[in-house]
């Protein structure tokens, strides 16, 4: 590839224009929130549009993180940590242990429980909706955390992943693991367990900005506000009646709410595309 | 004092048995070979002495005790697999320890044991790596490595050398057998290699089939091969068969030619006959019409037929080396003890 922009100069200079433009195109809206969370609420409803940070950056965002306009984002950015974490350790930890079972040990109706979770593949939360929630609302998990987490935390892709990697483990590695004098926890937690750390963290960012990004359940599930997470309390922060929207602050906010996704990203970045390139055996 | 019995052990598969009944016993420190045909069950067979595999008949015992529904850790053994089965994941060292952790040795313990495989094993100073920086001979030698450091009563090997080139093969079969003998551990080792057997082995068993066609030293099974299958299984090339039949003492080939036979044989026969107990002989009766001939530099290996007929016979030419030396129709004379004589349905006679 370096070889190919090594000769090509002046065709390099316009590739790269060309790329430059696009991240642009893409960039514009996210400059635009920012520069609108830096402005106070008249300079930006004022034409024209302020393309230049103001001087309100600090008071907005200090407004935005302790006091919002329902709930302090703050609040909103600890439940949404604590439900995306949920979600994507849990779902890792149940899908590595399903998967386990189903590879490796022969129970009755194996493959029936396969498919079974491969099933719910086609029943997605919005599908289940009415009677997740009739569920979580008997069990009077409204406005809780295991309310948030629990109903989305099976996880049919991560357990199919994980199955299909263990698929490609030799056998002999299990029967070298018995003949050693391992048990079965043991071979999960010594040799499935370290070998399956690329994958673990892939799925890990992957499934971090799934719950993250979960709108509806917190939407229907969450009625006090100190429980509501940032994706849907964005959209709690448009007023109802007549009231002018307080767009600086909402859009600090919203700012704030991509913060942790892309940080995820960013910190994993490495683990997460060798967990998808290579498989390491 | 480490023997390993095996009872009339069956194995099923489902309705299929795949291992019809196969009774030996292993010696204290003897190593056995078994060899045989893709698919004839020898791995079938380790395996229920591993304890990977359930016995679905029969009885094994290591140091005479009943073993069938002991977990492989429990009978003491350690294996060598094909590919290595090393845990990708860990460094030599641990890999070696492994089984020792488990065992919750203690780490001065665990630690001098590994050190000492690692120096009998000539890997000392690649502990620290993975397996993936090693080399297939190297891998091997962890693999072995790890089966050593347990001490195990007995040693089980399947095919361990297949995945290295022939040169690293000859070496590593080297130091298997030095090792074997220097530990002193009883040792079963499956191939399907028949000059490994011969080379390996004290005692060798040839497998067909799930069946034990012969058990005995290598030599035993080169002189006197018990049935059709062990005579053209073991030996390289192989042996030549021709038909014929026996009578007062004389055996008449299919082509008319008349060998000095048993006199108690009689009937329809199958007289084999070793490529190297050929000898060039003027005089000689058996007459071979040349075909290709393989020069393998210290010796000459000539496929061709038997005069008279279409069967093909191979003869082995030491001090041969280039094929113009030779006639179209050469006549051979076979050595004493070469021929071998099997009735029709392959049992020696
Ligand atoms: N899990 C299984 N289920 C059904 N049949 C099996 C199973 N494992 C092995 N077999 C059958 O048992 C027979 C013996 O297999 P085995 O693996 O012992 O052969 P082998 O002698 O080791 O051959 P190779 O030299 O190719 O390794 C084969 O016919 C095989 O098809
Ligand atoms: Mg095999």
Known sequence: ?281 | MATLNLIDVKKSYGKDEVIHGVNFDIHDKEFVVIVGPSGCGKSTLLRMMAGLETVTAGEIKIKDRRVNELEPMERNIAMVFQNYALYPHMSVFDNMAYSLKIAKLGKAEIKARVDNAAKLLQLSEYLKRKPRQLSGGQRQRVAMGRAIVRKPDVFLFDEPLSNLDAKLRVQMRLEIKKLQRDLGVTSVYVTHDQVEAMTLGDRLMVLNGGYVEQFGSPIDLYERPASLFVAEFIGSPSMNIIDGHAADGVVELVNGVRLPGSSEVAGAVKAGIRPEHLSLDPAGVIAIRKGVAEQLGSSTLVHGTLDGSDIAISVALPGVHREEQLDDVMCFSVMEQGLHLFSADGKRV
Request: charged fraction near 10%.
């Open chain 1, 1 to 281: 590839m370096s070889g190919m922009v090594e000769k090509k100069g002046k065709a390099a200079w316009l590739v790269h224009l060309g790329l430059i433009l696009g991240i642009l195109v893409v960039c514009f809206p996210i400059y635009l929130a920012f520069i609108a969370s830096t402005v106070s609420s008249g300079d930006l409803v004022r034409p024209p549009m302020p393309l230049l940070p103001g001087e309100h950056f600090i008071a907005n965002y200090k407004e935005a993180l302790f006091s919002g306009v329902n709930t302090p984002v703050w609040n909103m950015l600890l439940n949404s940590t604590i439900m995306a974490l949920g979600i994507a350790i849990g779902k890792i930890i149940i899908s590595l242990l399903s998967a386990f079972a189903i590879v490796y040990f022969r129970f009755p109706l194996r493959n029936v429980f396969f498919w079974l979770i491969f099933l719910t593949l086609m029943l997605p939360v919005e599908v289940r909706i009415v009677p997740t929630y009739e569920v979580v609302a008997n069990f009077g998990m409204l406005n809780s955390y295991s309310g948030l987490i629990l109903p989305l935390v099976a996880s049919a892709t991560a357990t199919f992943l994980f199955r299909q990697f263990y698929l490609t483990v030799p056998d002999e590695l299990a029967e070298a693991a018995r003949v050693d004098g391992a048990g079965p926890m043991r071979f999960f937690v010594d040799i499935l367990l370290p070998m399956s750390r690329t994958n673990i963290a892939a799925l890990f960012v992957i499934l971090f900005i799934y719950g993250w990004n979960q709108y509806l359940w917190p939407l229907l599930m969450t009625t006090d506000p100190d429980m509501n997470t940032i994706v849907m309390g964005i959209k709690q922060m448009f007023p109802s009646g007549d009231d002018l929207p307080n767009w600086p602050v909402i859009m600090a906010t919203a700012l704030l709410a991509m913060l942790p996704p892309v940080l995820v990203v960013v910190l994993m970045q490495n683990l997460f595309i060798k967990g998808l390139v290579d498989t390491e055996k």
